[in-house]
T-cell receptor
Framework: QKEVEQDPGPLSVPEGAIVSLNCTYS??????FMWYRQYSRKGPELLMY????GNKEDGRFTAQVDKSSKYISLFIRDSQPSDSATYLC??????????????FGKGTKLSVKP | DTGVSQDPRHKITKRGQNVTFRCDPI?????LYWYRQTLGQGPEFLTY????????KSRLLSDRFSAERPKGSFSTLEIQRTEQGDSAMYLC?????????????FGPGTRLTVL
């Protein structure tokens, strides 16, 4: 079993739709959860960073973490064509500062149609 | 622009040649990471530096790969005797390094094509 599982899609939605993106992870030691957005042939750009279970909102984006189910989600409200990109979930353990590499999912390719 | 920069953005080389990539992190960031991303996959960790010290290497980093960060600022990643399987996007990221806010900011990547 891979450490992080993410459905690669592709996912196509009409403009204005609510988008739900999800990842599952296998190790309960993971403590930090991130969502990155990556446009074609560009580097990943951080969207959301969460530590605890629950919801975190930033504009049209909501990140949700359920540590008991090892499940993380990103919701995009009122989706726009400019949201068309690949969305990567990333997780990290914390060894008191000795390690910090991210473990990424495969990414879900999202297309928002006008 | 004060983000992470990488050079070159694209590199095409023939199998067996050596290549070197450069990463300039955000200036106050003391941690620097290298990742590799192949088509349809998420980035995979290769190695990271705390200042000039290389603290961890992934098993993906074969003997043909070497990374340096000589003065704790920019870093270089060299691949010797390139193989077609090395074709990928090589991403650099930097962070402040504090455990609770160790947010990694990525550069635009160097796309390597090995013919």
């Amino acid at each position: 079993q891979k450490e992080v599982e993410q459905d690669p899609g592709p996912l196509s939605v009409p403009e204005g739709a609510i988008v739900s993106l999800n990842c599952t992870y296998s190790n309960s030691a993971f403590q930090y959860f991130m969502w990155y957005r990556q446009y074609s042939r560009k580097g990943p750009e951080l969207l959301m960073y969460t530590y605890s279970s629950g919801n975190k909102e930033d504009g049209r984006f909501t990140a949700q973490v359920d540590k008991s189910s090892k499940y993380i989600s990103l919701f995009i409200r009122d989706s726009q064509p400019s949201d068309s990109a690949t969305y990567l979930c990333a997780i990290r353990m914390n060894y008191g500062g000795s390690q910090g590499n991210l473990i990424f999912g495969k990414g879900t390719k999202l297309s928002v149609k006008p | 622009d004060t983000g992470v920069s990488q050079d070159p953005r694209h590199k095409i080389t023939k199998r067996g040649q050596n290549v070197t990539f450069r990463c300039d992190p955000i200036s106050e960031h003391n941690r620097l990471y290298w990742y590799r991303q192949t088509l349809g996959q998420g980035p995979e960790f290769l190695t990271y530096f705390q200042n000039e010290a290389q603290l961890e290497k992934s098993r993906l980093l074969s003997d043909r790969f070497s990374a340096e960060r000589p003065k704790g600022s920019f870093s270089t990643l060299e691949i010797q005797r390139t193989e077609q399987g090395d074709s990928a996007m090589y991403l650099c990221a930097s962070s402040l390094g504090f455990p609770s806010t160790d947010t990694q900011y990525f550069g635009p990547g160097t796309r390597l094509t090995v013919l």
